[in-house]
């Protein structure tokens, strides 16, 4: 195994939850512009409010860099970077810089899916068995009992083929460089125990059933799919899928890295085969492209209001946090009051917050480690903090 894939932690399923739920932090140490209607950008000579949050998180023992989009209520959009964007020549982070999203792309996933239910094509209600015969063979788990929408929500009971891949306190298998088919992804899963459907438990595995039905159904590939029903759809310029064996992040991009435990380096882990995040999490985009991804969701511009409405129709993950999850959306309440709509992602080198309101407010922070992520939970809580500040800003 080589030796910058040795003691990578994964975190915990409890932790993927609440990293995947938190909004997050941006640092405006490398300059800060704020653009207005027309797009004319003018230089702040020290940083805002929201800059100064995120100058916590950047440095040592935290994240190399940060680079965040916040939109306020008139539709003026303001970017934020701090810290480095490449360790070795010491480049600034650049201004919306493409990263790689994780699991943000479940909802362009979900989307996809309600779109195709909103045409006749998927019911939201019929088995997974259904559509996939055969396919879904996880001990303890019954495939006719798996409705479309428990796998959307997180209801299936199905095993997550990341826990065998990134097994508690192992090193990680050396995927960083190898390609996996969404067949072999699901071989993963069916190897493990599952669990009846009913309770809400975040899993991998279920959007990438969802991104077979939706190939299944239309005879096209998944790539395709988010690519002309999404992305094109919604005008977004630097998002993509990446095509079969495509390792490298296209255009403008700060490097992303990986704490290695045993010697206390951040190794580069920039270029990667995301195959294995498939329609669970393998898309590249940007802050800006994700607020504007968001507020067209939620403005009803990707879905019919029947699907757009089930989608926003939520599960409770934790009594009393008021936080729940719909169809691949999360909805976190504000401090100031209301709520936001997102939903983050964590992949090797990055770790992506973000939030939208029905005002058009958004907020999208990316962070280019997961250390401090996982270890420390002021460095989720600073990143939360921030992403609320931006969305309650006067």
């Given at each position: 195994m080589p030796t910058y894939l040795t003691r990578l932690r994964r975190p915990t399923r409890s932790r993927r939850r609440v990293l995947a739920m938190a909004t997050t932090a941006v640092i405006a140490a490398g300059g800060l512009t704020a653009a207005g209607p027309a797009g004319t950008a003018r230089a702040e000579?020290?940083?805002?409010?929201?800059?100064?949050?995120?100058?916590?998180?950047?440095?040592?023992?935290?994240?190399?860099?940060?680079?965040?989009?916040v939109r306020d209520r008139r539709g003026r959009t303001r970017h934020y970077t701090a810290g480095v964007g490449d360790l070795r020549t010491g480049a600034k982070v650049p201004k919306n810089g493409r990263v790689r999203i994780g699991s943000a792309s479940k909802m362009f996933a979900s989307v996809v899916v309600l779109q195709l239910v909103g045409e006749g094509t998927v019911d939201l209600d019929e088995s997974v068995e259904t559509y996939l015969p055969g396919l879904v063979r996880s001990p303890g788990v019954d495939a006719d009992a798996i409705t479309v929408r428990q796998l959307l929500q997180h209801t299936s009971g199905l095993p997550d083929y990341t826990d065998t891949m990134f097994p508690e306190m192992i090193d990680i298998p050396p995927y960083q460089h190898i390609y996996l088919e969404p067949r072999d992804l699901l071989d993963m899963a069916n190897a493990r125990e599952g669990r009846p459907a009913g309770d809400w438990a975040y899993s991998n595995t279920n959007y990438l059933l969802a991104g077979l039905i939706a190939q299944r159904v239309t005879g096209r590939p998944f790539n395709e799919l988010v690519t002309t029903r999404v992305i094109e759809r919604t005008g977004l310029r630097d998002t993509y899928a990446p095509e079969v064996g495509e390792e490298g992040i296209r255009g403008r991009h700060p490097k992303g890295y990986q704490l290695d435990e045993a010697t206390g380096e951040l190794l580069d882990f920039t270029?990667?085969?995301?195959?294995?995040?498939?329609?669970?999490?393998?898309?590249?985009?940007?802050?800006?492209?994700?607020?504007?991804?968001?507020?067209a969701l939620l403005a009803g511009q990707l879905l019919k209001p029947a699907q757009?409405?089930?989608?926003?129709?939520?599960?409770?993950?934790?009594?009393?946090?008021?936080?729940?999850?719909?169809?691949?959306?999360?909805?976190?309440?504000?401090?100031?009051?209301?709520?936001?709509?997102?939903?983050?992602?964590?992949?090797?080198g990055y770790s992506t917050v973000n939030g939208a309101t029905d005002d058009g407010r958004a907020a999208t922070l990316v962070v280019t480690s997961l250390n401090g992520s996982v270890t420390d939970g002021s460095v989720a809580a600073d990143r939360a903090a921030f992403v609320d500040a931006a969305l309650c800003a006067k």
């Open positions: 000579a020290r940083p805002d409010a929201i800059g100064q949050r995120i100058e916590k998180l950047v440095g040592t023992d935290r994240h190399p860099g940060a680079l965040a989009a270029r990667m085969d995301p195959s294995w995040g498939w329609a669970a999490g393998q898309l590249v985009s940007t802050p800006a492209d994700l607020n504007t991804f968001l507020r757009l409405a089930e989608m926003r129709t939520t599960v409770a993950l934790h009594p009393r946090s008021g936080v729940g999850y719909g169809l691949g959306l999360f909805r976190t309440p504000l401090s100031c009051g209301g709520v936001a709509w997102g939903h983050g992602g964590d992949i090797p």
